[in-house]
């Protein structure tokens, strides 16, 4: 797992994702499918938030190295992964911020929305 800590960590993993197409669905809660296209590789994203502090990692070898003695990095499916998991969490808080009912369109003995006066 990685330390999620800026935007600048994603700069080399945003650069080798925008030369291959991602599709991203959510698995589970905190767990993300990334599967890419042109390969047909599916790995699984995982996000965990740890005494404050945000965690990520992927199934694909740059994000679980199995080989030698080399730590995890930021990889493309990670990239994708967080950029769906930020627009579904904006889409919930913005939908928690709407009011339940558009208080202009309450008044449906107005004439001016009866579609006969048109």
Partial sequence: MIQI?????????AARALKERMHVRRYE?????????AKRHAYLVRFERRSGSVFGGCTCEAGHPSRGNRAPMICKHLFAAVLVHNAIS??????????????EFEDYDDPDCDVRNW
């Fill in 5 to 13: 800590q800026s935007r600048n960590q994603f700069k080399n993993a």
């Fill in 29 to 37: 809660p905190g767990v993300y499918e990334v599967v890419n296209q």
């Fill in 90 to 103: 904006a889409m919930r808080r913005s939908a928690s911020a709407a009011p339940a009912t558009l208080p």
